[in-house]
């Protein structure tokens, strides 16, 4: 792990940007010297790391006292992105503005997505946790498709957060029987984008015997901040 930038920030959360290989990503570090918990994020389906929600989140996120951690999928970000990635971002937008049926489209883009994934964020996640000032045990917030998979494959994780509001492919709805770590499960209530029985009956299917769901109005971006406030407490009932 090459870190290639760094600043102190108002709250003083240290950021930094770093290389491991071929994979950029973002390291949130609070201020106390004591090791502190690692919360892995990730945005749905893949978005940059530097979209502006996922970089709010998780500078608030360490500010409570966790390092956080981020890297760009293969082909979105700062990765290249293959003429497969784009001709499936463009068949998307296209059947999007036509009104057509998109799930077929997600499966053949998000499924490879989150395989590819999620072998880099256990490379990230081996290399994180031999820094200075950071320990175990590992919380996971974001990106639902790639937690529930490294949830299953990673068993480190000891709890996740998770957004309702992106494409879970068929694979993955099935895995997350497997799923038995603690889970806070986030749905907008009015997520265009996202069926809210198909949300409802994710959470049914997870296999944990502490699973949460916290229901809000509105749209796909209207999540209440609060709720960063109530993640951020479940994850120190199970990371601290």
Request: aromatic letters at 8%; proline letters at 7%.
């Amino acid at each position: 792990m090459h870190f290639t930038s760094e600043q102190r920030l108002d709250d003083g959360v240290l950021e930094r940007e770093f290389t491991l290989g071929e994979i950029p990503g973002t390291l949130w570090t609070p201020e106390s010297a004591a090791p502190a918990p690692l919360i892995l994020m990730a945005h749905n389906n893949g978005l940059p790391r530097r979209e502006p929600r996922l970089v709010a989140r998780a500078r608030r996120t360490a500010a409570y006292g966790y390092a956080v951690a981020t890297i760009d999928a293969a082909g979105c970000g700062d990765r290249p992105r293959s003429a497969g990635d784009e001709r499936a971002r463009a068949d998307l937008r296209r059947a999007m503005r036509a009104g057509e049926p998109v799930d077929e489209i997600f499966e053949s883009f998000i499924g490879p997505l989150v395989e590819k994934a999620v072998p880099e964020w256990r490379t990230a996640l081996d290399a994180l946790l031999s820094l200075p000032g950071i320990g175990g045990p590992v919380g996971y917030s974001g990106w639902t498709a790639l937690g529930i998979r490294l949830a299953v494959a990673e068993p480190r994780i000891a709890a996740a957060g998770l957004f309702a509001g992106g494409y879970v492919p068929r694979a993955q709805r099935e895995e997350a029987r497997q799923v038995t770590v603690p889970l806070l499960l986030l749905l907008q209530w009015d997520d265009e984008g996202n069926p809210r029985q198909r949300a409802l009956d994710l959470f049914d299917a997870f296999g944990t015997k502490e699973k949460t769901l916290h229901a809000n109005l509105g749209g796909h971006t209207g999540t209440p901040w609060f709720e960063l406030d109530d993640t951020n407490g479940f994850f120190g009932r199970h990371l601290r």
